[in-house]
């Protein structure tokens, strides 16, 4: 009975998130009591409610822990805008044409999202096509491509993705190999959908956005150059620290905030409150949208809910005793990344196979770090990229569903197929 309330609970949310804009209720409301409406079912049908409390407690940990990144790295990215800092990357872009912009864009975040991750990558991304698009029509197919060529990209990075650093983690896969293996196909998952959406793309020259000179507040060069680069390198010390202590990504994040404060406090030091105040971190943490933040808090615990309640588990376990082909269910598993989170899914298919039955480094390993970590971007919703992009922009469910679904799915299964053949 309770595990039927969840998945009806889950539909029914699922449902009211992708059709935000004809409900015209907010996608994080939904989320949030789909969230907790799951959480609700699943303790009050519970016989032992105190372990229920209990896994809510370690779902938060991990939870909260993707939320603080999120609000760093946003902090972060307003922090070098309210700077002009991006203006240093826009200033040295000479063209104007689209599509070559589009590769611009595509090819630097696929490589970028591999050194940081695929969420920062994007949010820096998405941040960077505001200042050169004008048409909201234009960031948007920008932004798709984003979502995309990000998850590619981290698929083949153990920093790349969360569920390709829990594998590494997790001793399922090696840095050096999953390199190896996976950056082919992860560059055709992004190059074939590139080559086509050239062709989608109007042709012609951006728009650059008008900017207000009556409300900006004077820039010392010094000062752009200097949080500019700061802000890189704490974007780049967040998977340095990492892998050299083995710290949550959210303690290196709020690290690498807290130096970024502590530089724009001394920079500003001298000027008066009302002048440094736009400078500020304080400022950028109110310029973060909360309801992003929000959607992502209502996603995670519905899929917990779910996944500890084992509807999660139960599919992939259902999956795998019937496809009797390996490949197949790797690809099915893949695509329903797409639907509910990719990190439950790896979590439990990690759980029900141990390293004695597929070894480090296992082609059921990599084949699967590839389809979870591109199967993502079929919605966008998918992958946590996405989820980023269309709280950044407003993109809608279905704007993206008709353009570039196909378009994900078509780069996936080119990528699938390269890998296939190649190993």
């Known amino acids: 009975m309770s595990e039927m309330l969840l998945i009806i609970v889950f539909i029914v949310g699922y449902a009211a998130i992708v059709t935000e804009h004809k409900i015209r209720v907010n996608k994080a409301a939904s989320a949030l009591v789909a969230g907790a409406l799951a959480w609700t079912i699943f303790i009050v049908f519970s016989p032992d409610r105190?372990?229920?409390?209990?896994?809510?407690?370690?779902?938060?940990?991990d939870i909260s822990g993707i939320l603080f990144f999120l609000m760093g790295a946003m902090a972060i990215v307003e922090l070098v805008d309210s700077h002009d800092g991006f203006d240093i990357i826009t200033e040295r872009i000479r063209t104007r044409d689209k599509r070559i912009l589009l590769?611009?864009?595509?090819?630097?975040?696929?490589?970028?999202?591999?050194?940081?991750?695929?969420?920062?990558?994007?949010?820096?991304?998405?941040?960077?096509?505001?200042?050169?698009?004008?048409?909201e029509?234009?960031?948007?197919?920008?932004?798709?491509?984003i979502i995309i060529a990000a998850n590619a990209g981290g698929a083949w990075s153990p920093m790349g993705d969360v569920s390709t650093t829990m594998l590494w983690i997790g001793e399922q896969i090696t840095a050096v190999n999953i390199i190896i293996k996976l950056i082919v196909p992860s560059l055709v998952c992004i190059t074939v959908p590139l080559i086509v959406a050239t062709f989608m793309i109007k042709p012609g020259v951006v728009d650059p956005p008008m900017t207000d000179d009556s409300t900006t507040t004077h820039i010392y060069p010094f000062e752009k150059n200097l949080i500019f680069f700061a802000g890189m390198f704490a974007l780049l010390l967040v998977p340095f620290l990492k892998a050299i202590t083995s710290l949550p990504p959210f303690m290196a994040m709020m690290l690498s905030l807290g130096l970024m404060w502590g530089l724009t406090e001394i920079v500003h030091r001298n000027k008066h409150w009302k002048e440094k105040g736009p400078f500020s971190v304080v400022h950028a943490l109110r310029k973060i949208d909360t309801s992003t933040i929000l959607f992502f808090l209502g996603i995670l615990l519905c899929v917990s809910a779910l996944q500890s309640a084992g509807i999660l588990m139960n599919w992939a376990d259902y999956l795998i005793m019937h496809i009797p082909d390996q490949r197949i269910t790797i690809l099915v598993i893949g695509i329903l990344s797409a639907v509910v989170d990719n990190v439950p899914l790896v979590a439990a298919v990690q759980g029900m196979y141990p390293l004695t039955v597929y070894p480090t480094d296992n082609f059921f390993w990599e084949f699967l770090t590839y389809a979870t970590g591109t199967g993502g971007s079929i919605l966008i919703i998918g992958s946590a990229a996405g989820v980023a992009a269309m709280g950044m922009e407003r993109i809608t469910f279905f704007w993206f569903l008709k353009r570039f679904a196909w378009l994900a799915a078509l780069g996936y299964f080119a990528g699938a197929v390269v890998y296939l053949l190649m190993f």
């Open 50 to 61: 105190h372990l229920v409390t209990e896994m809510i407690g370690e779902h938060m940990a």
């Open 137 to 145: 029509r234009d960031r948007w197919f920008f932004a798709g491509m």
């Open 103 to 135: 590769w611009i864009f595509s090819l630097i975040t696929f490589f970028l999202s591999a050194l940081l991750d695929n969420l920062t990558t994007t949010i820096v991304m998405v941040s960077l096509a505001r200042k050169l698009f004008s048409d």
